[in-house]
Nanobody, 127 residues
């Protein structure tokens, strides 16, 4: 059974930085594309960033391009989201997700492509 766990959220002032961490444990032991989504109450969950199993392909939403960086850790199926120059509009619950197809080279941005989700971590940016 796959378990996805995020950490690293919190309260930060505008212009500050946070680093989110995520590990997807269990399953086959193979590597998978993973992604970060975020959701504001009353709005749909939106894709933030994604990274392929090898780290060779990445996706960034236009709203965070140049400010956030996604990377893979040395441990299998561990990813990080380094968030810098944070803005109040970045305030949301951030979710980590993993697809079910191993060794997939793409970075899907539709939430239905991802089979496994974490519980989410709150990021609050004060002005």
């Amino acid at each position: 059974q796959v378990q996805v766990v995020e950490s690293g959220g919190g309260l930060v002032q505008a212009g500050g930085s946070l680093r989110l961490s995520c590990t997807a444990s269990g399953g086959t032991g193979r590597s998978y594309t993973m992604a970060w989504f975020r959701q504001i109450p009353g709005k749909d969950r939106e894709p933030v960033s994604a990274i392929s199993w090898s780290g060779g392909n990445t996706y960034y939403a236009d709203s965070i391009k140049g400010r956030f960086t996604i990377s893979r850790g040395t441990a299998k199926n561990t990813v990080f989201l380094q968030m810098s120059s944070l803005k109040p509009e970045d305030t949301a619950v951030y979710y980590c997700a993993r697809i079910s197809t191993h060794y997939y080279l793409g970075c899907p941005i539709a939430s239905y492509e991802y089979s496994y989700w974490g519980q989410g971590t709150q990021v609050t940016v004060s002005s």
